[in-house]
């Protein structure tokens, strides 16, 4: 059975950092396209960013410059990190994996990022 966990969420304070973790049992880890997503209450779930399988980054225009995103193959995890974070910046945090040859999507369950003073 195919799981992402997530990790590293929590309560962080104005202009903090913090790194998300998701794990995966994933056959061929390798193969899928990786992203972050997030979703803000009564708000849609919105992409955040993602790494190909290629190790190349996309980010949105509203974490670029003070995000990276990583991937372990090894260890099968793809990571967020995240500075100066602002309030707008608390929603819960989806891990994806996509594999474009065979059009599967798996998702996690999330994990909760809370920014606040």
């Known amino acids: 059975q195919v799981q992402l966990v997530e990790s590293g969420g929590g309560l962080v304070h104005p202009g903090g950092s913090l790194t998300l973790t998701c794990t995966a049992s994933?056959?061929?880890?390798?193969?899928?396209?990786m992203a972050w997503y997030r979703q803000a209450p009564g708000q849609q779930r919105d992409l955040v960013a993602t790494i190909t399988t290629g190790f190349a980054p996309i980010y949105r225009e509203f974490v670029k410059g003070r995000s990276m995103i990583s991937r372990d193959n090894v260890k099968k995890r793809v990571y967020l990190q995240m500075d100066s974070l602002t309030v707008d910046d608390a929603a819960v945090y989806f891990c994806?994996?996509?594999?474009?040859?065979?059009?599967?999507?798996?998702w996690g369950q999330g994990t909760q990022v809370t920014v606040s003073s």
């Open positions: 994806q994996a996509h594999n474009l040859k065979r059009n599967e999507y798996y």
């Open positions: 994933l056959d061929n880890f390798d193969s899928y396209t």
